[in-house]
């Protein structure tokens, strides 16, 4: 089972510390319940970065795979100056982002993009959880990590019925609890499926 923003399929919290990662996943989960119940239900994203320098040991259907560690970061799908998520990309980018530069961001052009992501660690009852609290670019001296298997982007608006199957248990368990009677905003075209690490790989900017 799984609590919002820790990592989930080590079984070990990933240590604290900054790492190379890469973004694999780019899942809308829908409109979900804020944790605690304190706030009104918001549109929601995971965001999961692969930590290939950290190895998982994984047990499927009797063979033993190795895998990178993986941090996810659950946040409101809102680009508003004041959201969390337009302050992790920013830091990530480097720089803010103009208004014609927002209009035209597409969230799911940054799958696959490699990055600088700080771990800190909090402790929940008897309990140690990892934290992804920012994102930053990759310092020049570090090579991008490669990543492992392929990049993900779902959307509730345009659900695919294959990349949903590909989903981590508790993704998929949170599109198919979210919220469906509540008003919806004006569903953006579907993302596109072409934005994979390929795209990226002579960018000075991260995006």
């Not at 706030?39 to 290939?52: H, N």
């Not at 920013?90 to 969230?107: C, H, I, Q, V």
């Not at 990543?147 to 695919?160: K, N, Q, R, W």
Request: hydrophobic fraction near 45%; glycine fraction near 6%; charge should be neutral.
């Amino acid at each position: 089972s799984a609590a919002a923003g820790g990592s989930f399929e080590p079984r070990k919290p990933i240590e604290a510390g900054a790492y190379a990662a890469v973004l694999d996943m780019i899942v809308d989960v829908g409109i979900q319940p804020s944790p605690a119940g304190q706030y009104a239900p918001k549109r929601t994203v995971v965001l999961r970065f692969q930590i290939p320098e950290i190895r998982v040991e994984i047990t499927r259907e009797g063979e033993t795979v190795e895998l990178p560690a993986v941090i996810s970061r659950t946040l409101g799908l809102s680009l508003n100056e004041k959201s969390t998520l337009y302050g992790l990309l920013t830091s990530w980018r480097g720089k803010a982002f103009t208004p014609e530069e927002l209009k035209k961001f597409d969230l799911s052009k940054i799958a696959g993009k490699a990055a600088f992501v700080n771990i800190t660690h909090s402790v929940k009852g008897d309990r140690t959880y990892a934290n992804l609290t920012s994102i930053m670019p990759l310092p020049k001296a570090i090579p991008a990590p490669v990543m492992e298997g392929e990049a993900l982007v779902y959307s509730t608006d345009a659900p695919d019925p294959a990349v949903f199957a590909k989903l981590p248990n508790w993704m998929q368990e949170k599109i198919q609890n979210r919220i469906v009677d509540a008003p919806k905003p004006a569903p953006k075209a579907a993302a596109a499926p072409a934005a994979l690490a390929s795209d990226f790989v002579d960018d000075d900017l991260s995006f």
